[in-house]
């Protein structure tokens, strides 16, 4: 049996500051095959279809699959991860589709993200009123328009309310779910 590699794209705005996130991306490191992409780190400038789009294209053409991880931030992603869509999916999908985005179509994608609440402050009568679900349409929908296999988000509750022991389980439980996942079979053509 072949390795499959794995690609994380962290988009945290701060990986400096972040307790949860970056546990998640040690463990997640630590397992074979997984490469872990600090994003803001690596698009210090943010993210441009010209400048950026066909290096994070190939980095994309790289792996067998893709996780976009990131803190969940008044029920969307980070600016940098929408930048990254308008510049790296733009292109793939609408300027060089046969070259790029069709080899791309079929590539499983796993969201892995944080949440400051509860699980319950996500349902129709909770405090932030959608499920977690409604929240990731947006990205369930942009993964649809790409031929992506999407796969049951991994989401963490209270991310910044853990305690150290927590925030270390949770990453086990996350590299646990990660590995589960690598090893279902790839359905892609080739």
């Known amino acids: 049996m072949t390795m499959t590699k794995t690609l994380i794209l962290m988009f945290h705005p701060d990986l400096s500051r972040s307790k949860a996130n970056a546990a998640m991306a040690r463990a997640a490191a630590a397992l074979p095959g997984v490469e872990v992409v600090d994003m803001t780190a690596a698009c210090p400038d943010g993210l441009d ?18 996780v976009l991880q990131f803190p969940v931030q008044w029920y969307s992603t980070p600016p940098l991860l929408k930048a990254w869509q308008d510049a790296v999916l733009t292109r793939m999908f609408y300027i060089a589709y046969e070259a790029e985005g069709r080899r791309l179509e079929g590539t499983p994608l796993l969201i892995a993200a944080t949440a400051g609440n509860t699980p319950e402050a996500y349902t129709a009568g909770g405090r932030n009123l959608f499920p977690m679900a409604d929240l990731m349409a947006p990205l369930r929908a942009t993964a649809h328009r790409c031929g992506l296999e999407w796969a049951d988000p991994f989401v ?3 991310a910044d309310k853990l305690s150290p022991d927590q925030i270390e389980a949770a990453a086990a439980d996350y590299a646990v779910h990660l590995a589960r996942w690598i090893a279902t079979p ?3 053509a080739a």
């Open 49 to 66: 279809l010209f400048r950026d789009g066909e290096r994070e294209a190939a980095r994309l053409l790289g792996a067998d699959r893709l």
């Open 156 to 158: 963490l509750y209270r």
């Open 186 to 188: 790839l359905e892609r």
